[in-house]
Nanobody, 127 residues
Framework: QVQLVESGGGLVQAGGSLRLSCAAS????????VGWFRQAPGKEREFVAT?????????YYADSVKGRFTISRDNAKNTVYLQMNSLKPEDTAAYYC???????????????????WGQGTQVTVSS
């Protein structure tokens, strides 16, 4: 398993941008698929985006963020990023990164497919 630490959350106005970082410790980080999830108060944790192992361009997004968010990775720095543009108040949530060494699906979107999780970082978008 890898240990994950998120950073970069904060308060931003609607239409603004934030970049979240997910720093990993442990070896062979490039062997892990890494995803971002979010959870708003009173709601279930939902999938946001994922980037596949051994790849820096094979990505998949939830419809709600497609075209606004971009996931990327820098394996040399053991870090995955989530660039969030055109933020909306409904994007307000705690954001979590997660790593998957093996999944049943090509683009894992279920949280049960991920076996390492960070502690989360809060994103608040004001209207």
């Amino acid at each position: 398993q890898v240990q994950l630490v998120e950073s970069g959350g904060g308060l931003v106005q609607a239409g603004g941008s934030l970049r979240l970082s997910c720093a990993a410790s442990g070896r062979t980080f490039s062997a892990y698929t890494v995803g971002w999830f979010r959870q708003a108060p009173g709601k279930e944790r939902e999938f946001v985006a994922t980037i596949l192992r051994w790849s820096d361009s094979n990505t998949y997004y939830a419809d709600s963020v497609k075209g606004r968010f971009t996931i990327s990775r820098d394996n040399a720095k053991n870090t995955v990023y989530l660039q969030m543009n055109s933020l909306k108040p409904e994007d307000t949530a705690a954001y979590y990164c997660a790593a998957s060494y093996y999944s049943d699906t090509y683009y894992p979107t279920a949280h049960r497919e991920y076996d390492s999780w960070g502690q989360g970082t809060q994103v608040t978008v004001s209207s």
